[in-house]
């Protein structure tokens, strides 16, 4: 097949500037019904926790990226990246986790310099995927 069949790499070709936002769903299916698989018989109560724990969590990890942005600290703000592109995994939120993983990559090789967009992309996936979990959690 052709390129339009490959997913969405987390990072562009060399001396390409990244893509801000990957061409994802919010939130993917299969994560969603792995979640609920790990705790059958529970009425969602499992998966109702972690996604509570995840719209908890990461507005704060979001806070840290900006902090860190303004502060030039790479080293926290590349470790925030990566507990948000962990976390997104783990509840199914692909597009959230891509710019993560991208804001992760960027940083520890390139620095702060050109992250801001992706930040705030970042901060627009999640509200993305909360909107969904919420929906998918209920």
Same mark, same amino acid.
């Given at each position: 097949m052709g390129d %339009? +069949? /490959?997913? +969405?790499s987390p990072t562009p070709p060399p001396g390409q500037p990244p893509t801000t936002v990957p061409d994802l769903p919010p939130? #993917?299916?299969d994560a969603i019904a792995n979640l609920r698989d790990l705790n059958p018989g529970d009425n969602g109560e499992f998966l109702r926790e972690i996604v509570g $724990?995840? $719209?908890e969590d990461t507005p704060k990890r979001? +806070?840290? %990226?900006? &902090?860190? %942005?303004?502060?030039? #600290?790479?080293p926290a703000f590349t470790r925030a990246a990566h507990t948000i592109k962990g976390s997104s995994a783990n509840v199914g939120a692909q597009a959230l /986790? +891509?710019?993560a993983? /991208? %804001?992760?990559?960027l940083s520890r090789?390139?620095?702060?310099?050109g992250v801001a967009q992706l930040v705030a992309d970042c901060e627009a996936q999640f &509200? /993305?995927?909360e909107a969904e979990l919420r929906k998918l959690s209920a």
């Open positions: %339009l +069949a /490959r997913p +969405a939130i #993917d299916a $724990i995840y $719209i979001i +806070a840290e %990226l900006k &902090a860190c %942005l303004a502060s030039g #600290d790479t /986790r +891509a710019v993983e /991208r %804001l992760e990559l090789t390139e620095g702060l310099g &509200a /993305r995927a």
